[in-house]
T-cell receptor, first 113, second 116 residues
Framework: AQSVTQPDIHITVSEGASLELRCNYS??????LFWYVQSPGQGLQLLLKYFSGDTLVQGIKGFEAEFKRSQSSFNLRKPSVHWSDAAEYFCAVANTNAGKSTFGDGTTLTVKP | GAVVSQHPSWVICKSGTSVKIECRSL??????MFWYRQFPKQSLMLMAT?????????EQGVEKDKFLINHASLTLSTLTVTSAHPEDSSFYIC????????????FGQGTRLTVV
C-alpha cells in the first residue's frame, strides 16, 4: 500500500528565509509525486509534480522539489519565503495505474515578518 | 491545465436530509473521478473511486449506502450524502483523471458541507 509521511506538522520561518518541507513516501514502483498548497477554506493548488525524468522539479511560485529514490523522499524547497506562502502544504503519492492519490497529513507553514 | 468544477461551493442542510454535490470536468473527458473528504485541520482521505458507467469502488470504512456516487458521463460525477448528520459536515473534494500513464488527477475547488 502506498503512504506518505510529512514529519513536520508545523514550521515557522522568517520572511526571506529559505524553506524546506520534508516528504517521505512508500510505494512499490516509481511513484507519481505531488506537492499541493491549500489556503484556509480553499481547495488544493498544485505546486509541482514528478512523473519521471529529471529528479529536480521546478514548480510555480518559486518552489522546487527533488526526488530521491534512495531516500524515498520528495522534499519541497523555496530559497526565499514570502508572507503569502503561509498555508497548509500537502505531499501526495499517486498510484500510476489507478491514479488515486494518498496524501500526507500536511505541514502548516507560518511566516514571521 | 484542465479544469474541474464542483457545485455547490458550500451548502448547509438540515439533519436527516440529503444533499448532492456535483463534480464536472470542464475541458476534458474524465474516465475516472475520485471523491475525498477533509475534516478541519486534517488531511484528505479518499472515499471512493468512480469510473464512468460502472459502480464506484469505496474505501474501507466508507458507507456506500450513505455516500451515493454516480458517474453517468465522462464529464460528471455526483456525490449524494443521504440522511446527513452533523458528523458528515466536512469539506468534500473531487478530482478527475483521464486514464493512462503520466496523467495526473485535477482537483475541484471543494464543497463545504455543514449539517445543522
Amino acid at each position: 500500500a502506498q503512504s506518505v509521511t510529512q514529519p513536520d506538522i508545523h514550521i515557522t520561518v522568517s520572511e526571506g528565509a529559505s524553506l524546506e518541507l520534508r516528504c517521505n513516501y512508500s510505494y512499490g514502483a516509481t511513484p507519481y509525486l505531488f506537492w499541493y498548497v491549500q489556503s484556509p477554506g480553499q481547495g488544493l493548488q498544485l505546486l509541482l509534480k514528478y512523473f519521471s525524468g529529471d529528479t529536480l522539479v521546478q514548480g510555480i511560485k518559486g518552489f522546487e522539489a527533488e526526488f530521491k529514490r534512495s531516500q524515498s523522499s520528495f522534499n519541497l524547497r523555496k530559497p526565499s519565503v514570502h508572507w503569502s506562502d503561509a498555508a497548509e502544504y500537502f505531499c501526495a503519492v499517486a498510484n500510476t495505474n489507478a491514479g488515486k492519490s494518498t496524501f500526507g497529513d500536511g505541514t502548516t507553514l507560518t511566516v514571521k515578518p | 491545465g484542465a479544469v474541474v468544477s464542483q457545485h455547490p461551493s458550500w451548502v448547509i442542510c438540515k439533519s436527516g436530509t440529503s444533499v448532492k454535490i456535483e463534480c464536472r470536468s470542464l475541458d476534458f473527458q474524465a474516465t475516472t473521478m475520485f471523491w475525498y473528504r477533509q475534516f478541519p485541520k486534517q488531511s484528505l482521505m479518499l472515499m471512493a473511486t468512480s469510473n464512468e458507467g460502472s459502480k464506484a469502488t469505496y474505501e474501507q470504512g466508507v458507507e456506500k449506502d450513505k455516500f451515493l456516487i454516480n458517474h453517468a458521463s465522462l464529464t460528471l460525477s455526483t456525490l449524494t450524502v443521504t440522511s446527513a448528520h452533523p458528523e458528515d459536515s466536512s469539506f468534500y473534494i473531487c478530482s478527475a483523471r483521464v486514464t493512462g500513464y503520466n496523467t495526473e488527477a485535477f482537483f475541484g475547488q471543494g464543497t463545504r458541507l455543514t449539517v445543522v
